[in-house]
């Protein structure tokens, strides 16, 4: 192997003398000359993989039987088994049309051909991908990020050795994917199976609700209802302090705790009932919002907080809401 690589930078010098063939256009046949001589001084400088990548591009753009050759046998330096056999064939193909003053320039390459063939073909490995309930409605099946055609399932297709990636898509379930090694020689046979099944649940997007009407009739059924429930409160306060005055009042003589609980209570009976009449004109108009909205699923939820507090006087109810 090591006397191959040392001697394939002189193989494609031969290859691109004995390779020129009239060029369908003198700018391809410039650039593919151009690629491939850089394919050789990478070949000298032993980068043989960026060697088979310029000589590939290069009979790309200008295809002849010189390059071809020059492309497989670096293929065989490589280890790609696979490409170089197949293109080692084609080679012969296109040595065998030649006519014969030119075909006899290519005789040692078509030699050496034969050779390498017989050398190559028992080692390309090959690999059979197969669904054993049969393959699955619309799945897809890849292999390194190429698409494999339903005709080469359950059939041996020859490839290159070095890993293998082969992903199995089919709709409606998740991605199911298989790593093998594939050396020289092997034959290997892989049951592919469609991955587990896709389960959908609904996603809270963070976004309010988009029915302003249904909103705020939540908003004021929560902010009404905190109004009778701090009116409620505010009443069970207000009769405490009637206890208290009966106890510390003689008609209209008090004494100061008293008179103090006259004043609490008249202060929580006027909180009282201001809570009980907004909370429930409130939650009224609340609920006549909510039912009289479209029909829609909110995404969030609003949530209502109440502080209230009573002074001398006086009584304050505050409401506050955000959502969640």
């Known amino acids: 192997m090591h006397s191959s690589r040392w001697s394939l930078a002189g193989l494609l010098c031969t290859a691109l003398l004995i390779g020129s063939s009239p060029a ?48 497989a046998d670096c293929e065989r330096v490589i280890n790609k088994i696979a490409s170089s056999v197949t ?24 030699t050496l051909t034969k050779g390498y063939l017989a050398e190559l073909e028992p080692k390309v490995p ?28 359950d059939t041996d297709v020859p490839l290159d050795p070095g890993e293998q990636v082969i992903v199995v898509k089919v709709p409606g379930r998740q991605d199911a994917e298989e790593r093998i090694t594939v050396a ?9 199976s469609a991955g587990a099944l896709v389960i959908e649940t609904p996603v809270d997007d963070g976004k309010r609700a988009s029915n302003p009407r249904k909103t705020a009739g939540i908003v004021l059924l929560g902010v009404g209802a905190a109004g009778l429930a701090f009116g409620g409160v505010m009443g069970g306060l207000a009769v405490g302090q009637k206890g208290i005055v009966d106890e510390h009042c003689n008609g209209l003589d008090c004494d100061q705790v008293g008179m103090d609980a006259v004043s609490s209570g008249r202060t929580f009976g006027n909180a009282s009932t201001i809570g009980l009449a907004a909370g429930t004109v409130i939650a009224v ?34 409401v506050e809401g955000e959502f969640q």
Do not use: I, W
């Not at 043989?48 to 071809?68: H, I, V």
């Not at 059979?128 to 080469?152: D, M, Q």
């Open 24 to 71: 369908h256009g003198q700018t391809a046949q410039a650039n593919a000359e151009k690629l491939f001589n850089e394919a050789v001084e990478l070949s000298e400088a032993r980068k043989f993989e960026a060697a088979c990548l310029l000589l590939a591009e290069s009979q790309k753009l200008d295809p002849t039987p010189g390059t071809l050759f020059a492309l």
């Open 285 to 318: 108009a609340g609920a006549v919002l909510l039912l009289t909205a479209p029909k829609s699923k909110p995404k969030t939820a609003f949530v209502t907080r109440l502080g209230a507090g009573a002074f001398v006087g006086g009584a304050f109810l505050g």
């Open 87 to 110: 293109h080692f064939k084609e080679y012969l193909s296109q040595y065998a049309a030649l006519k014969p003053a030119v075909r006899r320039r290519h005789d040692q390459r078509a």
């Open 126 to 153: 090959t690999l059979k991908l197969t669904f054993p309930g049969g393959a699955p409605e619309g799945v897809v099946v890849t292999r390194n990020g190429v698409e494999v055609e339903p005709t080469a399932l």
């Open 184 to 192: 020289a020689g092997d034959k290997k046979v892989v049951e592919l």
